[in-house]
């Protein structure tokens, strides 16, 4: 068994982790579908509360292998607001009309940038999240939540790079209540989520 390592009572395994400085991964599908069951099958992940698998963007071989993997599963969307990015995320979260999957939900990343004096700037446009919910609800006939959108905060990509939970010391902050509103309308779901996009 692989023992992943542990920050913040999360456990975290990557195929980064297995590689030799930043070099890229090259693998066809089969060797993709093998790591997955590896991942899932030879990682000791203990009594978890959640599985949560960030997927690369679209609809690829990781993607079905997972969905074959753990059938009841359900999808998290991740977009920003950028109609490009959203048709991009709509298609990933698609995925579930041909795996028979749900979708958990859509989380709208880089929403605004918020100025000192209050106002926001919407460097990437506009209401993509809600356009992708909105979509995916029509196409799977149930209600899919625009669970968050998260604004621009450079301690949020710090907080990410150094490894540290955002919310831990600025759950004060715009950023830090929207992704605080997302893990607790996600915490009382019961089953795993997979994140295309």
């Given at each position: 068994?692989?023992m992943?390592p542990?920050?913040h009572?999360?456990r975290?395994?990557?195929v980064?982790?297995f590689?030799e400085g930043?070099?890229p991964?090259?693998?066809?599908g089969?060797m993709?579908?093998r790591a997955?069951?590896?991942?899932l099958?030879?990682v000791?992940?203990?009594?978890?509360?959640?599985?949560?698998?960030?997927l690369p963007?679209?609809?690829?071989?990781?993607?079905?292998?997972?969905?074959?993997?753990?059938?009841?599963?359900e999808i998290?969307v991740v977009?920003?607001?950028q109609?490009?990015?959203?048709e991009?995320a709509?298609r990933a979260?698609?995925i579930?009309?041909q795996?028979r999957q749900?979708?958990?939900?859509?989380?709208e990343n880089?929403s605004?940038?918020e100025?000192p004096d209050?106002?926001?700037v919407?460097l990437?446009?506009?209401?993509?999240g809600?356009?992708?919910a909105?979509?995916l609800?029509r196409?799977?006939?149930?209600?899919?939540?625009?669970?968050?959108?998260?604004?621009?905060?450079?301690?949020l990509?710090e907080?990410?790079?150094?490894?540290?939970?955002?919310?831990?010391?600025h759950?004060d902050t715009a950023?830090?209540r929207a992704v605080?509103?997302?893990?607790?309308?996600?915490?009382v779901?019961?089953r795993?989520?997979?994140?295309?996009?």
């Amino acid at each position: 068994m692989m023992m992943p390592p542990q920050a913040h009572g999360i456990r975290l395994i990557s195929v980064g982790m297995f590689t030799e400085g930043n070099t890229p991964v090259v693998w066809r599908g089969p060797m993709l579908h093998r790591a997955l069951q590896q991942f899932l099958a030879d990682v000791f992940w203990g009594d978890l509360d959640i599985l949560l698998l960030d997927l690369p963007p679209g609809t690829g071989d990781v993607a079905i292998s997972l969905a074959q993997m753990l059938p009841t599963a359900e999808i998290l969307v991740v977009t920003t607001p950028q109609p490009a990015a959203a048709e991009v995320a709509e298609r990933a979260g698609s995925i579930a009309v041909q795996t028979r999957q749900k979708v958990a939900g859509v989380i709208e990343n880089m929403s605004w940038y918020e100025t000192p004096d209050g106002g926001r700037v919407e460097l990437f446009g506009s209401g993509g999240g809600a356009a992708v919910a909105e979509s995916l609800s029509r196409l799977l006939g149930a209600q899919v939540p625009l669970l968050a959108q998260i604004p621009l905060d450079q301690r949020l990509r710090e907080a990410g790079d150094t490894g540290t939970p955002f919310v831990v010391e600025h759950s004060d902050t715009a950023a830090g209540r929207a992704v605080t509103a997302a893990a607790k309308r996600l915490a009382v779901r019961p089953r795993g989520l997979a994140a295309p996009a």
